[in-house]
């Protein structure tokens, strides 16, 4: 696969074959292309808890708020859950802010998600205190972004954006529309 | 290349082969890799700007700080300059804040480039003021990340984390060495 092809098939998926477990060690791979790639003055104050049993994952799941735009879905119902989880912590005794290092390491684990021949979904809207205390997660580390993974079963469809509406919706198939920007409203000249 | 080769082949560079010019095409190609990235739900705020005359690198150069950690380099020298900018923007008519969006965009780019025998750095300390006023950039657009881009000429090796110090340096043959974390040290277990 090219790399446009990785970024393509590289969608946000909501819905899994939870029965597909997953390998520690996908994940540890993950976390190691994380690891490899850009971080703010080579700062690296990112640490990662990686979860993929079931038990562990029930225990992630409700501190995750989903798609914040599909008012009558309340996330995914179980069998379509996912089977792991990757969580992107912030060592404040390392840095004081994070800057989008946690974007730069988490673009790099989706994409490799997508040629192990996962997929998921970055979620920065959390249930931190619920999430802290249910983990035990030290206060030293600042929740910052949890990555939902699994073998996705849902179809994502790139739509030409109309009349500015950003907002990704379901058809009555259950594809998963997302309207994305044309290139050129995004390059501007000046 | 597998997307590890890709990643590991991804390297912070900052001296070039100025002489090298990148194509305009070859940019946009990167932008649209960027816009078919993740986006915090689904907004797409991002904007870019692409330069790659000589004329209009001369202009976009001043206002990038070089590598902090180099005490005694204050950047590339004429002829090992980048010979291709993107400057990404945030619009704020669209959004107020930009989270990481601006970290997934930069890693799909910067990863892109690799792919197209370019390479680069990411760039956030950057003389805003200076670059704003050069560039005629509107206040409706924060400038969020300069990518300077070329024709690498310098050797980078990632070496193992020595008592905690992430400060990069180069030895006496021009080699950048970049110290990196041991993976047993990002993934905690609670």
Chains 1, 2 share one sequence.
Not at 66 to 73: E, G
Not at 82 to 100: H, M, N, R, W
Not at 176 to 182: E, G, M, N, Q, Y
Request: with cysteine.
């Amino acid at each position: 696969m090219t790399l446009k092809d990785i970024v393509l098939k590289t969608r946000s998926y909501r819905r899994f074959n939870e029965s597909h477990r997953i390998e520690y060690k996908t994940l540890e791979n993950l976390v190691d292309l994380a690891r490899l790639s850009s971080s703010g003055a080579n700062r690296q104050p990112l640490k990662y808890l990686i979860y993929i049993s079931q038990e562990d994952c029930a225990r992630v799941y409700p501190s995750v708020v989903w798609a914040a735009y599909l008012k009558d879905w309340d996330g995914p119902e179980p069998g379509e859950r996912p089977s792991g989880y990757i969580i992107i912590l912030g060592d404040k005794t390392i840095a004081e802010g994070f800057g989008v290092d946690h974007g730069i390491a988490a673009q790099s684990i989706m994409l490799g998600s997508t040629e192990a021949g996962l997929g998921g979904c970055m979620i920065a809207s959390i249930r931190r205190d619920q999430l802290r205390s249910e983990l035990k997660i030290p206060d030293k580390f600042e929740i910052l972004l949890i990555l939902a993974l699994g073998k996705p079963v849902e179809n994502v469809i790139i739509d030409m954006i109309k009349d500015g509406d950003v907002k990704y919706w379901r058809d009555s198939e259950k594809n998963h529309h997302v309207p994305k920007r044309p290139l050129d409203e995004l390059i501007i000249k000046l």
